[in-house]
């Protein structure tokens, strides 16, 4: 069929699922439109009015084709409802190892990081037979990132982190484009996906002009942006110590509890309005406009980069009184000033 240009290239394993499913449901759905329409011109010859006084025959009901209309209909289409259920939560469920890749997109290009601290802009290199995962953010509007070719595509949100992953099966050269309208050159947000075979995309890393890996970055910053004046890996200080505190969870002043991942850390971060860590002061600065999207996932990355595994859980550091080990302090409520530059062991 993809000879005829009806679809895409099939160059995922995703794809392949998503194709599958998709003429499995042309084909029943043409069966049955076709059947139906086949059963009316039968009705409308055979069934016609012969002269104009005839009264047709009066036929009471049949259980039994009422039974079977009505079951055998239900399911097939429960059947493709389930097969379709199950296509879906493979997309939204990523293997537990994936080579994380985290995406902005703004008026008007994708701009792509990755871990070792390459970047890109409206291109993306990844390797064919690995699970990648793309953390994407939008530092304005709405806008979608779509693979054709992968059969993937997400929508990317201001202030909000969302994920899909996939894995190329097949190297080559695929479009990616914003399937969100998003402004006047919408239709320029348009890239490349470059599926490359893992010796190729070692070589092409090897090449590439990072600045360090993502996490050394966030550490530059952390130190750039006075946090470690709070955050000291000694324990004693206004605020608490982040090393463990990624994938662990976080006690709120409110009674409510956290999961430290990306997207708590960054309203940490930006100054979301929330619920106090608990045993810690609202003194947390709001670095809203001080730093763009790239420079927190380089902060987050750096934060999960001290700690542990995501999910794993460790006892509460000093600073705080929580009423059950296996509970982290997480960063102290949203302030309104930054403080860098302070010194430490004063205010």
Same mark, same amino acid.
């Given at each position: 069929?993809?000879?005829?240009?009806?679809?895409?290239?099939?160059?995922?394993?995703?794809?392949?699922?998503?194709?599958?499913?998709?003429?499995?449901?042309?084909?029943?759905?043409?069966?049955?439109?076709?059947?139906?329409?086949?059963?009316?011109?039968?009705?409308?010859?055979?069934?016609?009015?012969?002269? *104009?006084? @005839?009264? !047709?025959?009066?036929?009471? &009901?049949?259980?039994? #084709?009422?039974?079977? /209309?009505?079951?055998?209909?239900?399911?097939?289409?429960?059947?493709?409802?389930?097969?379709?259920?199950?296509?879906?939560?493979? *997309?939204? @469920?990523? !293997?537990?190892?994936?080579? &994380?890749?985290?995406? #902005?997109?703004?008026? /008007?290009?994708?701009?792509?990081?990755?871990?070792?601290?390459?970047?890109?802009?409206?291109?993306?290199?990844?390797?064919?037979?690995?699970?990648?995962?793309?953390?994407?953010?939008?530092?304005?509007?709405?806008?979608?990132?779509?693979?054709?070719?992968?059969?993937?595509?997400?929508?990317?949100?201001?202030?909000?982190?969302?994920?899909?992953?996939?894995?190329?099966?097949?190297?080559?050269?695929?479009?990616?484009?914003?399937?969100?309208?998003?402004?006047?050159?919408?239709?320029?947000?348009?890239?490349?996906?470059?599926?490359?075979?893992?010796?190729?995309?070692?070589?092409?890393?090897?090449?590439?002009?990072?600045?360090?890996?993502?996490?050394?970055?966030?550490?530059?910053?952390?130190?750039?942006?006075?946090?470690?004046?709070?955050?000291?890996?000694?324990?004693?200080?206004?605020?608490?110590?982040?090393?463990?505190?990624?994938?662990?969870?976080?006690?709120?002043?409110?009674?409510?509890?956290?999961?430290?991942?990306?997207?708590?850390?960054?309203?940490?971060?930006?100054?979301?309005?929330?619920?106090?860590?608990?045993?810690?002061?609202?003194?947390?600065?709001?670095?809203?406009?001080?730093?763009?999207?790239?420079?927190?996932?380089?902060?987050?990355?750096?934060?999960?980069?001290?700690?542990?595994?995501?999910?794993?859980?460790?006892?509460?550091?000093?600073?705080?009184?929580?009423?059950?080990?296996?509970?982290?302090?997480?960063?102290?409520?949203?302030?309104?000033?930054?403080?860098?530059?302070?010194?430490?062991?004063?205010?």
């Amino acid at each position: 069929m993809n000879s005829l240009n009806l679809l895409p290239p099939t160059a995922s394993t995703y794809a392949t699922q998503v194709d599958y499913l998709f003429w499995v449901m042309v084909a029943i759905c043409g069966v049955v439109t076709f059947g139906i329409a086949l059963f009316i011109v039968y009705c409308a010859i055979k069934y016609r009015r012969k002269h *104009a006084d @005839e009264l !047709p025959p009066q036929i009471t &009901n049949n259980y039994k #084709v009422e039974a079977a /209309w009505t079951v055998i209909p239900l399911l097939i289409f429960l059947g493709m409802f389930g097969w379709g259920a199950k296509t879906y939560f493979y *997309a939204e @469920e990523p !293997p537990a190892h994936t080579l &994380n890749i985290w995406v #902005v997109g703004k008026q /008007w290009m994708w701009t792509i990081e990755h871990q070792n601290g390459i970047r890109e802009i409206n291109t993306l290199h990844i390797p064919i037979d690995t699970p990648i995962r793309l953390t994407m953010i939008s530092q304005d509007v709405v806008h979608s990132f779509f693979v054709p070719a992968f059969r993937t595509k997400q929508d990317v949100l201001p202030d909000r982190y969302t994920t899909e992953w996939f894995e190329a099966n097949s190297a080559g050269k695929y479009h990616l484009f914003c399937s969100e309208y998003c402004g006047a050159k919408h239709a320029g947000m348009v890239g490349w996906v470059y599926a490359m075979n893992p010796h190729d995309y070692q070589l092409w890393l090897q090449q590439g002009a990072g600045e360090g890996s993502l996490a050394s970055q966030g550490g530059k910053l952390f130190h750039q942006f006075g946090c470690a004046n709070c955050h000291r890996s000694s324990g004693h200080g206004p605020g608490p110590d982040l090393r463990g505190l990624y994938g662990t969870h976080v006690e709120l002043n409110n009674g409510t509890i956290r999961t430290a991942d990306a997207a708590y850390i960054r309203e940490c971060i930006m100054g979301a309005k929330g619920g106090l860590v608990f045993g810690f002061a609202n003194i947390m600065p709001n670095f809203t406009g001080q730093l763009n999207e790239l420079q927190v996932l380089a902060l987050v990355s750096y934060i999960k980069a001290i700690g542990p595994e995501a999910g794993v859980n460790q006892p509460s550091g000093s600073g705080t009184n929580p009423s059950r080990v296996g509970f982290q302090p997480g960063i102290a409520g949203p302030g309104s000033t930054s403080i860098s530059g302070t010194k430490p062991d004063s205010r």
